[in-house]
């Protein structure tokens, strides 16, 4: 009997190419050995979404909720939520029955045999402002009124700022028959929050595992003349950092100033650097939008001196996860301010700086040992910053190697951990 996983928490409308390998890595890693998925999120349709695996597109079912007004009833997450404290509380078969008939959202989780959360990989916390927090603790309670219990995938845990959103978290993980982090202090916060447990597991994030695919052509600005440089530095530029968070008043908390920061570390490191730098988008949208990369590297570009900014190029392909993936295997140094924009570097034994606004970077570099990798902003200012990238940059071919053996270590630990997973829902 072929075995269905329900997946939570993976949007696939969205322009962040983060979330969208965290999706592409879950999907695949969860169909192996010919299990059956399908994606259960906020969306505006349920039309089957196409991940890609190697050459072949494949097209995965979409069970989708809404929180428009304009939304069909049966697909409105308000009324999910009803239906399913109904469902738990009025246990009578031939009522769960109309229940389920009426509401796609609870019938697909009945006939699933696993039904996993992974949160976007970093939203199991308030950092975001509650409004994200609470609309996942209502997608993930559904789970749990419905099926009695879920597992969480690979993701961070905390911080928790509100104590609401603690005792929320808590409630969730108690409740969940396997919690899995991607990272050793992420494991002892829900470890915490769980009590005394066995079911807290550890593993890399699942992105180690996405399949890298090379372009036929990586479109730049200015375009590039003949083959790829040997010696080209990537650097990610967040757009939601560089416009001072959905607030766009240092919601982080950060103690630089970022956009100032960008712009001495580009000048810094092509006074030595013999090649080019590419500025490398991660999150996509209009102009306007606080989160959009492609904006901000733009406007990084424009402000250096021309002297720089004529070794300074921007990927403007909109790629997917995977293909952004290869583009960035191809440089010989990254710096990352996206957490997958980093994982994408250092999964392929590419030497990587993060430039962090949040607790999840260190934990996610520990895994691959280059922990010391990660230059915290909330931490440091301006100069104490740029001294810590710049001397990680002339220490890039001494960690070269054993980074490259440890990521291939990483992947094999991911899928040992999914496989102990299905393993043990076997069992259960």
């Known amino acids: 009997m072929t075995m269905r996983v329900a997946i939570l928490g993976t949007p696939v409308s ?18 192996a050995d010919g299990r059956e998925v399908v994606l259960m999120l906020g969306h505006r349709n349920n039309q089957p979404f196409s991940f890609r695996i190697g050459e072949k597109v494949w097209p995965v079912r979409v069970v989708n909720c809404r929180l428009s007004p304009r939304a069909r009833v049966r697909d409105h997450l308000a009324w999910i939520v009803v239906a399913s404290v109904l469902y738990r509380v009025i246990p009578l078969a031939s009522f769960r029955r109309v229940l389920s008939r009426f509401t796609p959202w609870i019938s697909t989780l009945e006939e699933a045999d696993l039904v996993g959360d992974i949160r976007g990989g970093d939203s199991f916390s308030d950092i975001y402002g509650m409004g994200r927090f609470y609309y996942g603790f209502l997608i993930a309670w559904t789970a749990i009124l419905v099926k009695g219990n879920m597992v969480q995938f690979p993701q961070t845990y905390g911080p928790y700022q509100s104590r609401v959103a603690r005792a929320l978290a808590r409630y969730i993980l108690r409740r969940s028959s396997v919690v899995i982090a991607r990272d050793e202090k992420s494991q002892a916060v829900a470890q915490e929050l769980i009590g005394l447990s066995s079911n807290v597991w550890l593993s890399p994030d699942v992105g180690f595992s996405l399949e890298a695919i090379h ?28 416009n001072g ?3 766009r008043d240092n919601m982080f908390g950060l103690k630089l100033d970022y956009q100032n920061l960008l712009l001495n570390l580009v000048t810094a490191l092509l006074k030595d650097h013999p090649g080019e730098l590419w500025l490398v988008p991660h999150t996509y949208g209009t102009s306007q939008s606080v989160e959009s990369d492609p904006e901000a590297c733009r406007k990084v570009r424009a402000a250096l001196p021309e002297a720089v900014r004529e070794k300074v190029r921007i990927v403007i392909g909109k790629y997917d996860c995977h293909e952004i993936k290869g583009v960035i295997g191809q440089c010989d140094f990254f710096i ?6 980093c994982i994408a570097a250092l999964s392929q034994g590419v030497p990587c700086v993060g430039i962090a606004y949040s607790q999840k970077f260190g934990g996610v570099f520990d895994m691959v040992g280059m922990g010391d990798w990660v230059v915290d902003c909330r931490m440091v200012g301006n100069d104490e910053a740029l001294s810590q990238i710049l001397g990680l940059y002339r220490k890039r071919d001494e960690v070269r190697e054993e980074l490259s053996a440890k990521a291939d270590k990483a992947r094999e630990r991911v899928h040992d951990v999914f496989a102990r997973l299905f393993r043990k829902s076997l069992r259960v």
């Open 14 to 31: 969205a322009g962040n190419r983060g979330v969208l390998a965290l999706g592409a890595s879950l999907a695949n890693l969860c169909s």
């Open 336 to 341: 990352g301010s996206r957490m997958h924009a």
């Open 215 to 242: 372009p036929v052509k990586i479109d730049l600005e200015p375009p590039l003349d003949g083959p790829v440089p040997e010696v080209v530095i990537g650097l990610n530029v967040n757009g939601l950092m560089y």
């Open 245 to 247: 968070g959905y607030t």
